[in-house]
């Protein structure tokens, strides 16, 4: 395995000028290039080297530049942003057209990602046909470079579609928290023989059916690691332990804005609530005191 190679050097976006990228965000996938999208192919190649990547999920233009200029090489409109963006209780209620607006902001606040939208409940489950016209609105309207739906031997046949008709395809297999109501909640998925042998089936459907990659979510490591070994296509962890190519963490999870309890799988990188707050108390406290505005944010 090779992992964290050096940095590329990237361009300051106010000088110009060359300089190392963060010491703390290695950005091996992209090989040196900074001046285009991360493709399937980069992808491909990071497992056939061993290189593990992150996934991080957006849903509006700023916070994706951010996870841009900090080389996450794959940005996701997770239909998470049901619950962490849109004030809806879970991902049921979110729209195609809800989807297609978060990810045209995303695709235009970003220049190297390669950039991941969510078809939503509801808008692939039909029919293959009705999952390409989904796929086709998101690639034509928001201008993403690849789709995820969730599902194993379920979707393959809308994936094979996809696939042949120029979409590349993310699979989400495991915990796809589109069946909330199924499941009865979030619970772990794939423990015992019989769950195992299938999130197994359903991992070779995918790859079969030509997805580019794979997302496990809520899954035990071992079989997690072991899905990873009899796959070629990279398996993006979430809950799913060390063993897999890549992970993906909802942002909003990762940096402290989730308000209430975060899964356990979850590691919090940031307390952006609880800046936040503070930032909007000493407005406030300014504003009431009359110390803002000051003598050097007013015009005469
Ligand atoms: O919707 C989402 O954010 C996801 C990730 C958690 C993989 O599907």
């Not at 962890?237 to 308000?259: H, P, S």
Request: aromatic share 6%; with cysteine; charged share 20%.
């Amino acid at each position: 395995m090779q992992h964290g190679s050096l940095p590329p050097a990237q361009k300051s976006a106010q000088t110009g000028v060359d300089k190392p990228a963060s010491d703390k965000a290695p950005q091996s996938l992209y090989g040196g290039v900074t001046s285009r999208r991360v493709t399937v192919r980069d992808l491909a190649a990071a497992k056939q080297r061993g290189e593990r990547w992150p996934m991080l999920t957006a849903y509006d233009a700023p916070t994706a530049a951010v996870f841009d200029d900090a080389g996450i090489p794959v940005l996701l409109i997770g239909d998470s942003a049901g619950n962490c963006h849109l004030g809806y209780e879970n991902t049921v209620p979110v729209t195609m057209d809800e989807m297609v607006m978060m990810s045209a902001a995303v695709v235009r606040g970003t220049k190297r990602a390669l950039i991941v939208a969510d078809l939503p409940f509801g808008s692939y489950q039909e029919s293959p046909a009705q999952a390409l016209r989904s796929a086709v609105r998101l690639m034509k309207e928001a201008g993403v470079g690849a789709v995820k739906l969730e599902g194993g031997e379920r979707s393959a046949a809308a994936t094979e579609l996809l696939v042949q008709a120029g979409v590349p395809v993310m699979a989400h297999i495991g915990l796809t928290p589109q069946s909330v109501h199924a499941f009865g909640g979030y619970p772990v998925q794939g423990r015992g023989d019989e769950a195992a042998h299938q999130l197994l089936r359903d991992a070779k459907a995918v790859q079969a059916a030509g997805a580019f990659a794979v997302v496990l979510e809520a899954v035990p490591a071992e079989l997690a690691a072991e899905v990873t070994a009899s796959v070629h296509i990279p398996t993006v962890g979430i809950g799913a332990g060390l063993g897999c190519d890549a992970q993906v963490l909802v942002w909003t999870d990762m940096a402290g804005m989730t308000g209430g309890r975060v899964p356990r799988f979850v590691k919090q990188y940031a307390d952006l609530r609880a800046t936040l707050g503070d930032a909007a108390r000493a407005f406030s406290a300014d504003v009431i005191g009359g110390t803002f505005p000051a003598e050097e944010h007013t015009f005469h």
